[in-house]
């Protein structure tokens, strides 16, 4: 079928391009008919606007086409704008050629709103969910957060830089891995692109990358996925407190370019962002157990801060926060230990509404600490050799941190799962679509 193309979006269509010809192309939302006129609206990526088709205004042939939309049809629209005092947005399209381009059955779930239906059955239809007015918003901030982490590592001098998903043995040091068939051997996909982005230090100096990370956690929580997207940043001649800066800055950045392109919009969901003021809040490790423990949430030191713990962490604060220097046991085998007190780690996770959301350290860079922090935790360096091997060729030191950028997206729209942000969530029991 022969249709011209879109000209505009419907975000595009305002009362200024009054007497304007337009070609819009989207989906059928909703039809009322009112005998001799047809209201139709049409939705496309980036919203929705009003088409007027009245009988005697219009060929037969494009009275006959409106006659038989249904919702969910795609269809092509040639037509004349026109500012409007009635219409709802002040604006609405008189067409004077339709092109259905696809006809839609009736949808196996409610994507209007009249009727709830479950995240596990939306789930199962997500093609069809993701029609929905408010998934069309996650999924546009989501891409505009991506360009602006972006933006705001390449004005920090970094790189992005693509790493291989497919490795040979943990780059974390545990057992949660996904094997893989590769010809005639195993191998991995990868829990993260630790090793490679800190080996880049020693040449390209500030990396980052954006990209697939894989976790065999059989956690099922409404924060946890087994594909994720991780955030990577690593810092030539850098510590932890510079890469927290650096963290501080995408943080901000991200959540005062999503207020100001999508306030609006996301008013009309009840999501009001609040921009972070820096320097965000840091407390140590020690401070935090401190806290929880008045608070009535009794740890031993060397345990890790459970979820209800930052919950009761964001509680006390109402913003942002750092938790600083970790004990040194409970960070991966690649963590600095401050001098002062090698028990203690130059190490940090960056907390938001009870959500760790990144996690960083200063990193080891001298061989042989590395090579006994490895035998520390019952590693072996020699499964470490071709990374130890950049160790003797002037590795400078160095810092980093990874950020879940679906956990910020989390915290930034304030869903309650994890997988509302995600396209296609793959967890332990999802494994399509």
Known sequence: ???????????????????????????VWDVRDLGNIKFILLRDREGIVQLTVKRGSVTDNVWSVVSTLNREDAVVVRGVVKASRIAKAGVEVFPSEVYVVA???PLPIDIWGSVATDLDTRLRFRPVDLKRPINLLIFRVESEVARVIRETLYSHGFIEVFTPKI??????????LFAVQYFE???????????????????????????????????????????FISVDIEEAFANYMDVMNVLEDVIVN??????DVFKDELNKYGIEVTVPKKPFRKITYDDALGILEKRGLRMNWGEDIPKRGLEILSEEFGEPFFIIHFPTDIRAFYTKPLESDPRISESFDLV???????????????????????????????????HLMVYDYGMP????????????????LRRTNIREVVLYPRDRFRLEP
Not at 167 to 176: L, M, P, Q, R
């Open 1 to 27: 079928m022969e249709f011209p193309r879109k000209t505009h979006w419907t975000k595009d269509i305002r009362p200024e391009l009054d007497g304007k010809e337009v070609v819009l192309a989207g989906w």
């Open 103 to 105: 006809r839609s059955k």
């Open 167 to 176: 490795i040979v043995t943990s780059t974390e040091g545990g057992a949660e």
């Open 185 to 227: 051997r195993v191998a991995y996909l990868a829990q993260s692109p630790q090793l490679y982005k800190e080996e880049l230090t020693a040449s390209l100096e500030r990396v980052f990358e954006i990209a697939p990370a894989y976790r065999a956690e059989k956690h099922n929580t409404n924060y946890h996925l087994n594909e």
């Open 254 to 259: 991200v959540y005062r370019r999503v207020s």
């Open 352 to 386: 938001i509404d009870g959500l760790e959301i990144a996690s960083g350290s200063s990193r080891i860079h001298i061989k042989e600490q590395l090579v006994e922090a490895l035998k520390r935790r019952g590693l072996n360096p020699e499964n470490f050799e071709s």
């Open 397 to 412: 030191p160095h810092a980093g941190w990874g950020m879940g950028l679906y956990r910020l997206m989390m915290v930034l």
